[in-house]
């Protein structure tokens, strides 16, 4: 039994560079399509936002010298670049999927739209949306958000290098406890990091739950979709 019918994957775009420093790690990168695969194989619709951050963040540009705006763009194209190989990497494992993009770059991927991205989800691609909201100033988790709100999902799904929102940043304090529920106005009031601002409200505005698990662990994404609790649940 699949717990979601259609759901919104957030990627980590750090996650994508394994144990490298930085760029794509192909073993993270089978192991991310092999999951996806596995709950394509179950019936679910999917869509894909995944960062940029292995390869470029607009923010921390504009901290260097780049133009803000000239950054968020070149971060898109980040994001792009991800997609394109993350879509190479469904290609290998027999998946069909589709390339949607925020701007319009065709041929590399087809200009997105709300209902393309539904009517090929229910022929059975995955779609994976990249150049975040095609805006600067925006981060792909309010890219997330936007798409997840727009297509429907009955979730997103954030898949990160932890196992779950927790009272404090657990890679920095050993006595931080895990959450298994929590709602949006208790992560504004504990002040605690799973996305963005913005996409957090849109989220709760739009009554978008997001579940936040361990992308990283090899049949995570299987199990979130069997209802095993290994992550949080964000809600109203």
Known sequence: MKRFNRILLKLSGESLMGEQAYGIDPKRLGEYA?????????GVQIGIVIGGGNIFRGLSGSQKGFDRVKG????????????LALSSGLDAVGVKNKVLTAIRME????????WKAIEAMEAGYVCIFSAG?????????????????????????????????????????????????????????????????????MCKENNLPIYVFNMDVVGNLKKVMEGEDIGTLVHL
Do not use: W
């Open 72 to 83: 968020d763009q070149m971060g898109m194209c980040a994001t792009v670049i991800n997609s």
């Open 133 to 201: 909201t095609g805006s600067p100033y925006f981060t792909t988790d309010t890219g997330s958000s936007l798409r997840g709100i727009e297509i429907e999902a009955d979730v997103m799904l954030k898949g990160t290098r932890v196992d779950g929102v927790y009272t404090a940043d657990p890679e920095k304090d050993p006595t931080a406890t895990k959450y298994s529920e929590i709602t949006y106005d208790e992560i504004y009031n504990k002040g605690l990091k799973v996305m963005d601002l913005t996409a957090t409200t």
């Open 107 to 114: 041929p590399i991927g087809e200009f997105y739209t709300k």
């Open 34 to 42: 092999s999951q996806i695969k596995e709950v394509h194989d179950m």
